[in-house]
């Protein structure tokens, strides 16, 4: 997961291969709910970690639910319609699918509770499901704004609600005030309950998810059209058993679309044509603008059909969620796209019209929006822009805008606060770089000599960015290590043996630890002796060439911080970026002091000195590879800087690099 202030993903050329998708947040937290009101233990299997199933399992166990983790399952022992605890504040984040369904549950099972949230939570409407529960006789309190969260729910009895009359819900605004009536109350079913829906009901979809769900917990909810439900008297919740949650149809919208922009096969498993999920129907709109689509059960291949895609004109009630990603798909279009019927993205994690239509503008694209509407004109080739894409804390503008890096004129797209996606597919952008063939992976090279603070640098960097990390010199020094385990000198006479050594070194980093064959051998080759063995092994012409391979594999999305000697000059010679950093030697014996001190080894400053002055002379003179500054890098002299002045500066440089406007970074030092 990215949790950097922003990510930046480079001008993206095709994509192949499959991708996995995670559980669906719909049936997550509808399934999780079910089996917390059910008799009995449920085991979950593929449930959905995301940021809003943590909050509805935080719930109910607070509410006095036994949770377990298994491997790969969780088991809920249900309720059984009773609360353990009858008084509890709950935080619900910015999940609509625990707030609602909470809302109406916790009004029947009559205990004194607090619902709130986050800030837009509280902007979210939730009137129509109380006005609906206080009809019914439920006794709710807003204790913000009337019709909002936070509210408060007093106890109630079920004997004392008014069930013969039949109940009125709006279904014109959410489904999900439908949906948590349907879930709540079988709780009250000592006779039959009757829901009419006020409206026309929008997103169909969910409540057929909804109904499907319930049947599979005891429940068979009676329908008429979309305007009447009933339920029938005597419904009690039961536990399946085991229930297996299927892939999010609305994630694999981005991979259908990332297949009709960009593959000649794309394969996506977890979801398939026979989906419970309305969202799956995402594929007759995406093969309407040209994707070719084959689906079986649980998987789906997409590849590229008509191009450019083809401008449709669609109404998106049975799709909401996962029509977004039209939106972005409209820029590859022939002519403007018009999606209808979609007021429910104006009520969603934020206005989703709004955000939509100022982030595509922000591409350079011309874009209308109304009430209930959204047209999008596709971009020509000299019409984007480099975009800092604003995400609204809403996984889905941050996920559907990715595909923007697609864009034929070859220019990064920023999208800001990545971790947004943690919402619903904590991995989106993992996943998608695992698939995807970059034009070009932006590298960061730091070389410079021993204790100059690359390593501490470059960690910092990469870190800032989400970028892949690379201490090259931990290469030679493993191979050194290798070398004297092995007996040898590094001496000519052995350099085919260590360079053998050095291709097939049984390496790993996990964590930033170094792994050798399974043993951590992180500690055993930061001694200034390992340190002098590094040195030896890299003047070796064989060493360097086993050792160039491994190095370019680190080249990976959405981008590489690398540090050591030669980074610049002979690994990536093509990195925007190459920074050389010195400092004087007398600083730097300090600084080498310091650090081996403060990890238990003990040295000397004098020797220090004179080793690092060795070892400077070595690296700079010897014949392949030597310690000198790229042409075309920026030098770095820190001795009077600190590390934080350090990274500003570098960060600042990559900055005035990126064809962003309005950099979202620190000041200059
Ligand atoms: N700008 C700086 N100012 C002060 N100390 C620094 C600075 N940069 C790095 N250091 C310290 O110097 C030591 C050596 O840094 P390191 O990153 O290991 O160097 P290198 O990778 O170049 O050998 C570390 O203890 C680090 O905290
Ligand atoms: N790209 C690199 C990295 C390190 N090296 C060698 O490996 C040794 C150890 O590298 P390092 O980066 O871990 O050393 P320090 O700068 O941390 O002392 C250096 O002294 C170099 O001789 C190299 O030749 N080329």
Not at 131 to 136: F, G, M, P, V, W
Not at 168 to 178: A, H, K, N, P, T
Not at 350 to 363: C, G, P, Q, S, V
Request: net charge negative; glycine share 8%.
């Amino acid at each position: 997961m990215f949790s950097t202030e922003f990510l930046d993903i480079p001008p993206l050329t095709e994509a192949a291969g499959t991708v996995r998708l995670p559980g669906s947040k719909s049936i997550s937290n509808r399934v999780l709910l079910l089996a917390a009101l059910a008799s009995g233990t449920t085991t979950v299997h593929d449930l959905l970690d995301s940021d809003d199933t943590r909050v509805m399992l935080t719930a109910l166990a607070q509410l006095g639910c036994r949770i377990e983790q298994g491997d790969g399952t969780l088991r809920i022992t249900g309720l059984g319609g009773k609360l353990s605890t009858p008084q509890a504040k709950l935080f619900m984040g910015n999940a609509g699918t625990a707030m609602r369904p909470l809302t109406a549950a916790l009004s029947l099972l009559g205990g004194d509770f607090e619902l709130s949230g986050v800030p837009r939570m509280h902007e979210r409407p939730i009137g129509d499901l109380v006005d609906a529960l206080t009809q019914l006789g439920c006794h709710i309190d807003y204790l913000g704004n009337p019709g909002y969260p936070p509210l408060r729910i007093h106890p109630v009895t079920l004997q004392s609600l008014h069930l013969d009359a039949p109940i009125r819900v709006r279904g014109d605004v959410s489904s999900q005030f439908l949906t948590a009536l349907l879930m709540a109350l079988p709780l009250a079913s000592y006779r039959d309950i009757t829901i009419d829906v006020v409206g026309e009901l929008i997103s169909k979809p969910y409540i057929e998810i909804t109904l499907n769900l319930l049947a599979r917990f005891g429940i068979h909810v009676r329908r008429e059209g979309w305007q009447r439900f009933t339920i029938p008297a005597g419904s009690q919740y039961q536990s399946p058993g085991e229930i297996h949650v299927e892939a999010d149809a609305s994630s694999a919208s981005y991979f259908i679309a990332l297949g009709a922009i960009a593959s000649e096969g794309l394969r996506i498993e977890g979801v398939g044509a026979e989906s419970i999920q309305g969202d799956i129907r995402f594929v007759e709109a995406a093969a309407q603008m040209g994707a070719r689509i084959q689906s079986g059960p649980n998987w789906l291949q997409v590849s590229r059909g008509a191009w450019p895609l083809k401008a449709i004109t669609l109404d998106c009630n049975h799709i909401p969620d996962a029509a977004m990603t039209l939106a972005v798909m409209a820029l590859y279009a022939d002519g403007p796209t018009t999606l209808t019927n979609i007021a429910s993205w104006r009520v969603k994690e934020t206005d989703r019209i709004d955000a939509m239509a100022n982030e595509l503008a922000k591409l350079g694209a011309k874009v209308e929006a109304g009430p209930d509407f959204i047209r999008v004109f596709p971009l020509p080739a000299d019409g984007w822009r480099a975009a800092s894409i604003k995400t609204y804390d809403d996984h889905r503008v941050a996920m559907c805008f990715s595909l923007a890096a697609f864009n034929p004129a070859s220019i990064p797209v920023r999208v800001l606060d990545p971790h947004c996606v943690a919402k619903t597919f904590p991995d989106y952008f993992e996943t998608l770089f695992s698939v995807v063939k970059p034009l070009s992976v932006p590298v960061i090279c730091i070389d410079g000599p021993t204790a100059s603070g690359k390593g501490t640098l470059a960690v910092e960097v990469a870190h800032e960015l989400g970028y892949h990390y690379l201490d090259s010199g931990a290469l030679y020094r493993v191979t050194g290590l290798a070398m004297r385990r092995a007996g040898l000198d590094a001496d000519p006479a052995h350099e085919t043996q260590i360079a053998d050594l050095a291709r097939t070194l049984p390496l790993r980093f996990d964590a930033g630890k170094a792994m050798l064959a399974g043993e951590d051998v992180t500690d055993a080759i930061r001694s200034e002796a390992a340190g002098m063995d590094a040195s030896r092994v890299s003047a070796l012409p064989a060493v360097r060439a086993a050792l160039t391979e491994l190095q370019i594999s680190f080249r990976r999305l959405p981008g590489l911080v690398a540090d050591g000697r030669d980074m610049g000059t002979v690994i990536f010679p093509d990195a925007p970026l190459k920074v050389f950093l010195t400092a004087s030697a007398a600083q730097r014996a300090e600084r080498r002091h310091k650090q081996l001190i403060s990890k238990g080894i003990s040295t000397t400053l004098d020797s220090l000195r004179s080793d690092l002055e060795a070892r400077d002379l070595r690296d700079s003179s010897r014949s392949v590879a030597p310690l000198k500054p790229a042409e075309d890098a920026r030098r770095l002299d820190n001795s009077t800087l600190s590390i934080e002045q350090s990274v500003d500066q570098v960060l600042n440089w990559w900055q005035q690099a990126q064809p962003f406007q309005a950099a979202p970074t620190k000041a200059s030092p």
